[in-house]
């Protein structure tokens, strides 16, 4: 048959990868599939991940479908549907969350198809991150990674179960990896619409989720150094990616100080950093929910403090602000205890703790799938390391996530948009034993 050159499939150096497709090359496909395409297995592998996510959410029935994930999140996009804005608690809290996910819900909602109507919206996007696992891969390595990578996408435990769930998890996984696959297009000619573009997917990732504020900056210095040949390509990438970003975000933030009084990206980031930063921050986390360091950082206020809390209640702004600089004083109390602090919740996600824990065997089982995972990974990465500028996106992207979970804090499913990034670089590994084999 001769060789078939995968599209787009790319090595560090930016050379087409070419697959061998001889009849004597099978043992390059095990387990049967020697002489299917890889693209055509992959998009087995795309069909396969949507039914296993929906067949499990359909399984467990609606009532289990509305007690996973948050409520709130419900609450907004009634709000929404009704007329009263992206607002909770009788308008006294209207920037809390961002708006991206309520604004997803609320047409499911509106048509009386919330179940399973959403749950299968949000099946399909996690199936679709397999394809683009699988580009991602073939464009940084081969079509054998690509292949890994899709496989480990399509069947990952964790996102099987949480995908379709009530939760913005599945759509801020499937808008960064976007992201990251559109940026990585902008090495070679950095083109303005696949800059644009990357900006628009990022800047919805960031009006989904307060986590990945400082995505943006590094996705934007790590274009002056990667989008592009020329010092003038990347200049102009770095701009428009920017440019999206500065506009649908700048229009958030004018509509919140027009609804709220102050140009905020959201009013909960104060509170979330005073209870990753008090004496209860680490009460019961990793091993148990955060929300019940949130309970008990409320229930240990002194008589001051919930005086001073209890004035600033239905502003939340001011409530805001005033947790921020509880929080600013008690790192600046304790220097040493929040660097180890820190330290313990990066380690969490680097060492794959499930957080919450919940049983042994889920715990025990998302250790034995995830930390080979999270090791070839960084095998993966470290091999690449001469080839440092074409992967230099990975680094920004950890880095800023890191950065964010010591300031805060991370659960396993804060941490669930690395994952494609993982199988990727596990892919990378793997391949060289399916070479082979």
Request: with cysteine.
């Given at each position: ?63 289990a479908f509305l007690a996973t994930g948050y409520s709130l999140y419900l609450e907004i996009a009634n709000n929404l549907l009704q007329g009263r804005g ?150 102009r990438s770095a701009a428009l990616i920017g440019l999206p970003v500065a506009l649908l975000l700048g229009a958030w933030i004018a509509r919140n100080a ?180």
């Amino acid at each position: 048959m001769g060789r078939v050159t995968v599209p787009g499939a790319a090595s560090a150096g930016g050379r087409d990868v070419e697959l061998s497709a001889r009849a004597g090359h099978a043992s390059a496909y095990p387990f049967s599939l020697a002489r299917l395409a890889p693209a055509h297995l992959v998009a087995g592998l795309v069909g396969v991940a949507f039914v296993a996510r929906l067949a499990i959410r359909l399984r467990g029935g609606e009532e289990a479908f509305l007690a996973t994930g948050y409520s709130l999140y419900l609450e907004i996009a009634n709000n929404l549907l009704q007329g009263r804005g992206f607002c909770l608690d009788g308008g006294l809290s209207c920037a809390l969350r961002l708006p991206v996910y309520p604004a997803f819900i609320a047409p499911w909602m509106a048509s009386g198809w919330l179940y399973p109507g959403l749950a299968i919206a949000q099946a399909a996007l996690g199936a679709a991150l397999v394809w683009v696992a699988w580009r991602i891969a073939c464009d940084l390595f081969d079509a054998r990674a690509g292949v890994i990578a899709a496989a480990l996408t399509a069947l990952s435990p964790y996102a099987l179960q949480h995908d379709t769930g009530i939760q913005d998890t599945v759509l801020v996984n499937f808008l960064v990896g976007v992201t990251a696959y559109l940026l990585w297009q902008t090495r070679h000619r950095g083109a303005p619409a696949i800059c644009l573009a990357a900006g628009l997917a990022l800047a919805v990732a960031l009006l989904t989720t307060g986590r990945l504020a400082l995505a943006a900056p590094a996705v934007i210095v790590w274009a002056l150094f990667g989008a592009g040949p020329t010092v003038r390509t990347r200049l102009r990438s770095a701009a428009l990616i920017g440019l999206p970003v500065a506009l649908l975000l700048g229009a958030w933030i004018a509509r919140n100080a027009s609804v709220v009084g102050a140009p905020v990206l959201t009013t909960e980031s104060g509170h979330s950093l005073w209870v990753a930063n008090n004496a209860w921050a680490m009460a019961h986390f990793p091993a148990e929910s955060i929300d019940l360091s949130v309970r008990d950082s409320h229930n240990g206020m002194s008589p001051a403090e919930r005086a001073a809390f209890e004035r600033v209640s239905s502003n939340e702004v001011a409530r805001d602000r005033l947790l921020r600089t509880w929080a600013v004083e008690y790192i600046q109390a304790h220097p040493g205890l929040t660097i180890t602090n820190g330290v313990r919740k990066v380690w969490v996600a680097i060492s794959a703790e499930l957080s919450p824990a919940r049983s042994a065997v889920l715990r025990w089982g998302y250790l034995a799938v995830f930390a080979p995972i999270h090791l070839l990974a960084a095998i993966g990465l470290w091999q690449q390391r001469h080839a440092w500028r074409a992967h230099s996106l990975t680094a920004a992207i950890l880095l800023a996530f890191g950065a964010t979970t010591a300031v805060f804090w991370a659960h396993t499913s804060h941490k669930s948009y690395l994952d494609m990034f993982l199988f990727v670089y596990a892919g990378a590994v793997g391949r060289n034993a399916w070479r082979a084999a």
